[in-house]
């Protein structure tokens, strides 16, 4: 099993008095790691949906079909990364095999020329995602006590976060300066991967774990019935649900140009509204999380995108009502990223910690591949407007009814 801070028994003085932990020098890291990857990924990603749809004057059909590889493309690998994790003991180097495929996918970039070229260098970024974020995570949950996993999730999501918001700034600047500047931003793009490469390879500490035998304490083959144990398949079905009503956010960021409010030049910076409102939210509410219950928080924070939907759906003009939809859309993600990774950290087994923070990752990763598949199908059929209404007409009752079902998780497991 894991030897980490979280097997401290929970009546000694260290974890009952004197001030709060401090995050974990591990989190600070790989936290900057993603820092500098965010910039990397956000920056090419700030101008692809414009980019697809009106350079390359792909449909809504296409880009959804392409939107739904950049959401689930990761799934085919997320499992079998955290098992790797789990079963060597060093998820350093798993994470790094990851952020190594996604800078290699920049340089594809540089030379990628049409639908099908993107297509396969997006599935390269999108895979190296899916290996690095289990092993990843599972770090952090291993440095961090129990009663603080939201926070550190959260101290973690706000540096990645400051990426997500610079990636778009720096995409924004650069189309200014340059128009049609699209090759410079990609070389742009890899250098930030490559840096932040470089400081998870030669200065992130590996973190050591005991690896994981292939036989549990009764001398039987390890399932994978230790990772889905009933409480964990809960949350997935809970997970796989609210997924399943999780558009893609370039679809929003059309449906707002689609009302003409703003010139097409400033598409880049909507990302940057939502990330900011990411950045603000993401520690607040991992706080709360960790206070009020994470199971709360992660449905609650769905409200937040049914409202985003309703917002962008709404034939009004105007600045507010451009900004209002960013700031629930990031809201929902400050809500729902780190908070589901906490949520299935804890309901895991330490030596199936990551394998069991990659199934829920896996299973949300999935849905949303058929989400924005379907909405692209959706929006075909009756238009973006209505489209987004109908979705969040049916995501009202699923958040309404997972709730109900999942809000036991919070609650200690019995023995």
Request: net charge positive.
């Amino acid at each position: 099993m894991y030897i980490s801070v979280n097997d401290r028994p929970r009546g000694t003085a260290s974890a009952s008095r004197g001030p709060k932990p401090k995050v974990a020098p591990v989190v600070v890291s790989l936290g900057l790691v993603s820092l500098l990857t965010d910039i990397s990924s956000e920056s090419v990603a700030a101008i692809l949906p414009l980019y697809l749809t009106t350079v390359l004057g792909l449909s809504p059909v296409a880009y959804g079909f392409l939107d739904g590889l950049y959401q689930g493309a990761s799934a085919l690998v997320r499992i079998a990364s955290g098992w790797a994790a789990d079963r060597g003991g060093h998820p350093k180097w798993v994470a790094f095999l990851g952020y190594g495929l996604s800078a290699v996918s920049r340089v594809g970039l540089l030379v990628a020329s049409g639908f099908a070229a993107v297509t396969a260098v997006v599935a390269v970024d999108r895979v190296g995602k899916g290996i690095r974020t289990a092993p990843r995570d599972a770090m952090i949950a291993a440095s961090t006590p129990p009663s603080h996993l939201g926070r550190a999730f959260a101290v973690h999501r706000t540096l990645d976060t400051i990426g997500a918001v610079a990636g778009p700034f720096i995409a924004f600047a650069i189309l200014w300066a340059v128009p049609d500047g699209y090759t410079t931003v990609m070389i742009v793009s890899l250098a930030f991967a490559l840096v932040g490469l470089a400081l998870l390879g030669l200065l992130v500490p590996d973190q050591r774990l005991v690896p994981r035998p292939l036989t549990d304490r009764a001398g039987t083959t390890f399932r994978w019935r230790q990772v889905c144990d009933p409480r964990m398949r809960k949350l997935l079905v809970a997970a796989g649900a609210l997924g399943l009503l999780t558009v893609g956010d370039g679809f929003v960021y059309l449906a707002l140009l689609d009302r003409g409010d703003f010139a097409a030049t400033w598409f880049a910076l909507l990302y940057v509204g939502t990330n900011l409102a990411y950045l603000a939210m993401a520690v607040p509410l991992g706080r709360v999380a960790d206070r009020v219950g994470r199971t709360r928080v992660l449905t609650a924070g769905h409200l937040a995108l049914l409202m985003t939907y309703v917002c962008a759906a709404l034939p009004l003009g105007g600045v507010v009502v451009v900004v209002v939809p960013l700031l629930l859309l990031g809201t929902f993600y400050a809500a729902t990223d780190g908070v589901l990774a906490a949520v299935a950290g804890r309901l895991a087994a330490p030596e199936v910690r990551a394998s069991g923070i990659a199934c829920a990752q896996t299973v949300v990763a999935v849905a949303r591949l058929v989400a924005s598949t379907g909405f692209g199908l959706l929006w075909f059929a009756i238009g973006p407007h209505a489209a987004l209404l109908t979705v969040a007409g049916l995501l009202l009752v699923v958040v309404v009814v997972t709730y109900a079902w999942i809000k036991d998780l919070d609650a200690p497991a019995r023995a």
